[in-house]
Nanobody
Framework: QMQVAESGGGLVHPGGSLRLSCVAS????????IGWFRQAPGKEREGVSC????????NYLDSVEGRFTISRDIAENTVYLQMNSLKPEDTAVYYC????????????????????WGQGTQVTVSS
């Protein structure tokens, strides 16, 4: 059974850093793209970053360019989202999701482009 599970959220001051982890089971990262999404209260879920089956990362959101970096550890079947210079507007529940892509690149940034979802981890940026 395919599953993805997030961890690493928490409370951090503005300007601080967090690293989120997404552990995948029942799937191989070299066949699947993994995306990070977030949903703030009262807002729609939005795509943040993605790493393709070949290991190429991209940010869906311009607002996280230069601050967020996606990476993976194939041996650990884990994808990371390193978040630096955090801002209050980054506060949200962060989700990871997987999609079978084969040799293709990342899917689009819509929820419907990814099939398997984790339960989410809360990130709160506040002084």
């Amino acid at each position: 059974q395919m599953q993805v599970a997030e961890s690493g959220g928490g409370l951090v001051h503005p300007g601080g850093s967090l690293r989120l982890s997404c552990v995948a089971s029942g799937l191989r990262l070299d066949y699947y793209a993994i995306g990070w999404f977030r949903q703030a209260p009262g807002k729609e879920r939005e795509g943040v970053s993605c790493i393709s089956s070949s290991g190429e990362g991209l940010n869906y959101l311009d607002s996280v360019e230069g601050r967020f970096t996606i990476s993976r550890d194939i041996a650990e079947n884990t994808v990371y989202l390193q978040m630096n210079s955090l801002k209050p507007e980054d506060t949200a529940v962060y989700y990871c999701a997987s999609e079978l892509t084969g040799s293709h690149g990342c899917p689009g940034p819509s929820e419907t482009d990814f099939s398997t979802w984790g339960q989410g981890t809360q990130v709160t940026v506040s002084s």
